[in-house]
């Protein structure tokens, strides 16, 4: 689909099976969920202090960003919360259709919800007003959080319903 947002986060990102399968290691999901957001602020913020070098922190960011799900290898077990919120967001992406209607639902609200603070996050960035930047950062990292755990119920509905999870082994 060529305007489904998910997608072409998806395909930005280069998500093959066997990087999804190590995205769904619990470090890869948990840095990742907890670091991207604080290091774009700070890469962004950093032009305070070094200039145009700032555009080489921000780069290093998304560098990081990138490459996180890739330097992970797959978990032994995938039973985890992040593993199968992991494994739910895929589910999401590769049968969008066949998701319960109120799943997608929430996930579009959710995915909306972050908005507001990634707003507040970039106008706090662009003036200067570090507490507008990290306040912003928050307000948009939360709906995210909520975000991976209705993958989890997302996942656990498939797997329940006897669907095999796209890319992964049996069982996952």
């Known amino acids: 689909m060529k305007g489904d947002l998910y997608r072409q986060a998806e395909a930005l990102m280069g998500m093959s099976d066997e990087v999804w399968r190590r995205h769904a290691n619990p470090w890869s999901g ?19 202090w070094i200039g145009w070098w700032a555009v080489l922190a921000v780069g290093l960011a998304f560098a990081w960003i990138w490459l996180n799900p890739r330097i992970f290898g797959p978990p032994a077990r995938f039973d985890g919360w992040m593993s199968r919120g992991v494994m739910g967001e895929r589910i999401f992406i590769e049968h969008r259709d066949a998701v319960p209607d109120h799943h997608r639902r929430m996930a579009h609200i959710l995915t909306g919800l972050s908005i507001p603070g990634a707003i507040l996050m970039l106008w706090g960035l662009i003036v200067l007003w570090w507490e507008a930047a990290v306040f912003g950062a928050l307000l948009a990292a939360i709906p995210k959080i909520w975000f991976v755990d209705r993958m989890v119920w997302v996942h656990d509905d498939w797997v329940r319903d ?3 999870v796209p890319g992964f082994t049996e069982g996952a």
């Open 30 to 48: 948990y840095t990742r969920m907890f670091t991207a957001l604080p290091l774009l602020v700070l890469a962004v913020w950093s032009r305070v």
């Open 162 to 164: 006897g669907n095999a």
